[in-house]
Each structure stands twice: as C-alpha cells, then as structure tokens.
C-alpha cells in the first residue's frame, strides 16, 4: 500500500508538473499572437514632445524582440534594452523632426562598452546640430553616465546626489592559488608573451608584459573618456585629469565649483524646466516619448532604392554549431555572409563585430567567407567595443578596418587549458583510474593524470600551427609581412588609435562611417541597408534557452557581483579545441 501511494503521489506531480508547463507555453503562444498584431503599430506624436532617453538600459548590438520580457517565467524577463544602431537611427530622426522639441537624457549607470559609448554619444553631439537642446539629469551620475550626459546643453544633479569623477581602473582575479587548494593543475600551450588568457590559472599577480599592455589601453581608454567631457564641458583636459586625481568632487556643490554641472535641481524643478522648452503651462502635462517607441516606429523605414548593404552582426564568442543572437555560431554567419555574397542586390557587405574570440577553428570557417566575399563585392568592418583575437580574425581580411578611439583591438595569440584534476581525484577525492589503450597516445587529453612530454609536443605543435595560420591571415589580409605581424601579434591587445598606427586598422570612425565607406567603395549613390543573420525567434529563444535562463538566473541572485567570476572560470572549463580569445574580460561601471 505504501508503494501505492508513493506512485500515485509522483503521477500527480508529473500531472501538475506538465500542467504547468503547457500553461507556460500558452502564455507564450497567445503573447506572441498579440505581439504580432501590435508590432506593426505606431506612436502618435504630438507637437513639442520631449525625446526621453533612458540611458541605464541595456544598449545591445541590435535590439531584441521582447515580446516574451513580461512573461511570469523565471530568467525570461528583464530590463528594456535597444540595439545602438536603432538608437542612432532614432536620434538622426529626430533632427529634422518637427514634433521633436527636445531631449531629456536620464541615466546613473549605463549598461554598454566603452566604444557603444563613444557611438552614442556622437550620435547625440550630431543631434545638436539641429540645434535642439538636450537636458541631462540624475540622482547620482557614474563615470560612464556622466560621460553620456556632459553632450547636454544643461546637466543637472540632484543636490543630494552624487557625480563619481575618479579615473579609470583595472583589477584581474588569479585562481591559481584556490585551483592549488582543491587539487587542480592548469597546464597550458600558448604562443605569445601578451597572450595572457592564461596568467589567471598560473600567476597569482600580473606578469610584466600584461601589466604594460593593460597600462596602455586602460590609459588609452581614459584619454578618450577625458577628450570627450573635455569638448563637451570646455573643461581642459589636464584639468579634468587634477579633479579625478585629487578626489575633488566628494559633495555635489563641488560638481558646481569645477564646472561639471550646471545647477542642482529637484526632479520637479526639471520637469518644469523641460516644460518651459516645449512651451507648457506648469500645469500641463509634458508630452513624451521614449527613444525605444521613436526607434520601433522607424526601424522598419527604408530607402526605395533596390541596391542594398548588407550589415552582418557578429557579436559574442565565437563558437562552433548555430550560436544564438549573442553569440558567434560559425555556421550561423557563415551562411549569413554566404547569403549576402550570392545576393546580386547586395552590392557590398559590412562585418560588425563584437567579439573577445572563442574557438579558432570556427574563426577561420567564418574568415573563409569573408575572403570569398571580398572577391566579388566590397567588406568592410566596424569594430565595436572589442574585437580581439578570435573578433580579429574573422575580420582581417576585409577591405577597410574602422575602429573607434578606445576599441579594445588585436590579440593575434592563440592557447589551449588542459586541466590535470590527478590530485582532486587521487588525494581529495580518494578517486582512482586504471585502464587500457590501443596507441601510446589513445588517452591523450585525458584530466586524471599530467601530460606527458610527447603530448604536450604534440599539443604545442597544433597551436604553433594554428598561431602560424592566424598572423598568415592577417599578414596577407593587412598586406604586411608575417615578421611585421608577428612583432605586433604575440597576443598583444591594442586600443583603437594604436590599432591604426600600427596598420591593425585603417581608419578611425563610427559604424555610419563605416557603412558610407562600404556604399563609396561599391559607387552607389543610394541604397538601405539590410541586417543580418536573421534574428531567433523569440519562441524558439525562449524554449531553447529555458534551462540556461533559469541556470544564470539563481547564479546571478547567488554570486551577485562575482557572477562574473564564476562565468570565466566555467568557460575555462568548458572550452573545448584551441583558442583565440582576449585574455581578459571588460567590465564598465
């Protein structure tokens, strides 16, 4: 009878369980049914509406369809986000839009790369040429926010916030000493002094050669960071260099006392102050719009012309297999560049990457393409925040490189991690292996045990082969030779402006310029632009990344700040094949 009842008890969970389930998938199917009604629809604007720009949400490479953000499933929701090209394309609206009086710029804390940033930014100094006036305020403004809101023609700050003004640092996190304690080893094959993926699992501090790469472009950064606030606010730069320095603004008067903000005001005094600009009575209600509602209602407007440029997202690691819309699948852009080079109304293409690297063998298949697609049509590449190693590659041989000032660029290294686990297993875990094999080197790889010479001469072997293969890419893709090549590469990180000193670039320029260049070089006159691959479809996403959702869901809500640790070393481990990655990870505040 007690076994009865223990069956009947797990029937009715598996009842209740799958319930739930197909409930959950209702939700879906019936929000996506209404989302496809909507999507199409328009905002109404009214005259003098005020363009409100939250700036704390997330700016992505393109903008998802977030027909799924509200439904009750854990990891599927989230803060709104819009993809930076939308942004830009909103803001160029804007300019000559004549129900667009104003922008109201709110931000604290803004979630995107430096060089996102930078192409924001611009696109709002490009606004002004309208001469429409821009209005920033916030309780407590970052580094990177104030750097977005120091464009506006009035920056407020709450007189009991705060504005952090205090230079740019850069701290790495060694495992070595915590893999030391439970038993394990990282063995390591790399080809570069700068390749230093790696120092993490065998260094307990930075080595030289990293410490002067990370000096450069932590300073090159910051350069670009102070060349900008310095335009913006006619502050000059060896000024702005003694505030951060010396700790100057501590008490939001002192914001004031050093020119960095206009005034001190109340939410209320600056509601009242945009309704002055768009010509309100204090009692009125302003009429507002958000940049993500503006961007929805142009994002489908194109030029009629039938000549097209094809823009190809590459974003995220590199991986073999399809990826996902935040990651790097060599198949999926494979055939994403593969389907614009065999279009005869694609006239040229433009490779946007976003990308620290990954896998080497999926950088070169992508790399093949591009190569085919050079052939027949102008490619150019826009780098966004990063495109190192892996990111590099995929790109080297187009046409024309553009970079920003403060792109993280280069890393031409490649290495593989073999992790021995013989002392976990053996003398914490009390595990033990025994076994037989058909060839000396049929266990090869194998985690329970120390490589031995011939293996690890076999293994270095393949990534000298492989760090041969990738300076060879460059070196005929950049038309220098392999020698030049390889005394830049080394797995040496660049910022954008060294990147074009040294030939790793050819220009300086945001994504717009790049996608002028590509029209220019394939002598059009006019044409739209045409984005590529396709974008998952937020059911299958939603399905497909259930369990992962819900994984980095309580990993965030228990690691917090630290997820980020635990995101490295778990891509450490699972890596799988050679890799061409930047050896470290960014991370703005």
């Not at 790696?198 to 350069?223: C, H, W």
């Not at 000032?405 to 976990?424: A, E, R």
Request: aromatic fraction near 10%; proline fraction near 2%; include cysteine.
């Amino acid at each position: 009878m007690r076994e009865f009842f223990k069956y009947v008890f797990a029937t009715i969970i598996g009842v209740i369980v799958s319930w739930v389930l197909i409930f959950i998938v209702c939700i879906a199917i019936i929000a996506a049914a209404v989302s496809s009604v909507d999507e199409d629809k328009t905002t109404d604007i009214a005259e003098n509406t005020v363009l409100y720009l939250n700036l704390d949400q997330t700016i992505k490479e393109r903008t998802p369809d977030q027909r799924f953000e509200n439904l009750p499933i854990v990891g599927s929701g989230g803060t709104k986000s819009i993809g930076f090209y939308d942004f830009i394309k909103a803001l160029k609206k804007a300019k000559t839009d004549d129900n667009i009086k104003c922008i109201y710029i709110n931000v604290s804390s803004p979630n995107a790369g430096k060089a996102t940033l930078k192409e924001l930014r611009d696109a709002l100094i490009d606004f002004k040429t309208s001469k429409k006036k821009i209005l920033a305020y916030s309780e407590v403004y970052t580094q990177d926010a104030y750097y977005l809101a120091s464009v506006a023609d009035k920056v407020y700050l709450n007189p009991q916030g705060a504005l952090e003004f205090k230079g740019f640092s850069s701290q790495l996190t060694f495992f070595k000493g915590a893999m030391e304690k439970i038993g394990i080893e990282a063995q390591i094959i790399r080809v570069g002094n700068y390749k230093s993926a790696v120092e993490p699992f065998i260094n307990e501090k930075m080595s030289d050669y990293n410490r002067q790469q990370v000096t450069a472009y932590v300073g090159g950064l910051y350069d670009t960071f102070l060349d900008g606030i310095s335009a913006s606010r006619k502050i000059a730069k060896d000024s702005l260099f003694a505030i951060a320095n010396q700790y100057k603004i501590q008490e939001p008067k002192d914001a004031i006392t050093y020119h960095m903000v206009d005034g001190l005001k109340y939410k209320d005094e600056i509601l009242d102050e945009l309704k002055s600009w768009t010509h309100k009575d204090k009692k009125e209600n302003l009429a507002t719009i958000s940049i993500n509602d503006y961007a929805s209602n142009i994002k489908n407007e194109n030029s009629d012309s039938k000549n097209k440029i094809a823009v190809i997202y590459a974003n995220g690691d590199i991986t073999g297999g399809e990826g996902t819309d935040e990651s790097i699948g060599s198949e999926r852009i494979s055939r994403a560049i593969r389907k614009a080079r065999m279009d005869d109304k694609i006239k040229a293409i433009v490779l946007r990457v976003n990308s620290g690297g990954g896998s080497a063998l999926a950088s070169d298949v992508i790399w093949r393409e591009i190569i085919l697609s050079r052939k027949v049509k102008p490619v150019i590449a826009s780098f966004g925040d990063v495109a190192a190693s892996g990111g590099y590659y995929i790109a080297c041989a187009a046409d024309s490189i553009f970079v920003q000032p403060n792109t993280i660029t280069g890393s031409i290294g490649v290495f593989g991690i073999i992790p021995n686990f013989q002392n976990l297993f053996n003398n914490k875990l009390g595990i033990t292996f025994d076994g037989v094999k058909t060839g000396q080197y049929a266990d090869i790889m194998s985690v329970n045990r120390p490589l031995t010479p011939g293996e690890r001469l076999i293994i270095q072997t393949d990534v000298n082969h492989i760090y041969d293969s990738f300076i060879s890419r460059v070196a005929d893709g950049r038309k220098k030779s392999k020698k030049y090549i390889d005394s830049i590469g080394g797995g040496h990180v660049w910022i954008g402006t060294d990147a074009v000193k040294i030939g790793l670039a050819d220009r300086l320029g945001n994504f717009n310029d790049a996608i002028a260049a590509a029209g220019k070089k394939a002598k059009l006159k006019d044409y739209k632009v045409v984005e590529y691959p396709e974008k998952i479809s937020p059911l299958k996403a939603l399905m497909n990344d259930a369990t992962d959702n819900v994984r980095v869901y309580y990993a965030k809500k228990e690691f917090g700040e630290n997820f980020l640790l635990y995101d490295q070393m778990k891509k450490a481990i699972m890596n799988a094949g050679v890799q061409a990655r930047m050896p470290f990870e960014i991370k703005t505040q």
